[in-house]
Each structure stands twice: as C-alpha cells, then as structure tokens.
C-alpha cells in the first residue's frame, strides 16, 4: 500500500499565502518508495470536478493550471517523496479541497502503481 498524507491547510484571507504539503509512504510488505515519476496537486472545488493544479515529474517537467500560473509553485523531494505547493496571493475561488497526486510510483519490493491520491485538505480564502 501506498499513502499520501497531506497537510497545511486552512483559512487564509484574500492576498494572503499558504503552503501545503504531502509525503508519500508504503505499509505493509510493499517495500520502500523506490521512484514516482509524477507528484502534484488536483483540487475539488464545491459542486465542481476534480481540476488539476500543479504537477511536478521526476525529470522536472512542470504543468500549472492557468488560473494558479505566477502565484502558485510546485516543488518536490525526490530522495524524500514529498510534494509541496506554496500558493500565493490566494483568492476566494481557490477555496477547494487540494489533493495530492502521485503517479507511476514503484517499490523497492517490486510492486508499482499508476495512481494515487491523498485524502484531501481544506483549503479556505475567505476575509
């Protein structure tokens, strides 16, 4: 099994900045996290779809959505499997459920997957 946990969420107001964060992890007798080619962030906005947000590959390849170009910035750890995004000057139409993302993931114990995806944060841009 692989997880994708996330944090730093939260209420921020309009202009201000967050930063979220995910860590990828197996259990079980997957073995270690050997490589994940694609790390990002999709993100749920209420009555909507799942849109992207940001994406990040190995080889450092990067996709933004256009409405997040120039505020937000994806960056990752490959030694560590971890993702963040740093968001800033944040408007109340980024208010959302931000979900982490990974792709093509492999493991020291031979076993791979195509996708993941963590559980979810709330992110909130309110006054």
């Known amino acids: 099994q692989v997880q994708l946990v996330e944090s730093g969420g939260g209420l921020v107001q309009p202009g201000g900045s967050l930063r979220l964060s995910c860590a990828a992890s197996?259990?079980?007798?997957?073995?270690?996290?050997?490589?994940?080619?694609?790390m990002g962030w999709y993100r749920q906005i209420s009555g909507k779809q799942r849109e992207l947000v940001a994406t990040?590959?190995?080889?450092?390849?990067?996709e933004y959505a256009d409405s997040v170009k120039g505020r937000f910035t994806v960056s990752r750890d490959n030694a560590e499997h971890t993702v963040d995004l740093q968001m800033n000057s944040l408007k109340p139409e980024d208010t959302a459920v931000y979900y982490c993302?990974?792709?093509?993931?492999?493991?020291?114990?031979?076993?791979?997957?195509?996708?993941?995806w963590g559980q979810g944060i709330q992110v909130t841009v309110s006054p």
């Open positions: 993302y990974a792709r093509d993931v492999s493991s020291l114990g031979g076993y791979s997957w195509l996708e993941i």
């Open positions: 197996t259990s079980g007798d997957s073995g270690s996290i050997f490589s994940i080619y694609t």
């Open positions: 990040l590959t190995s080889d450092a390849i990067t």
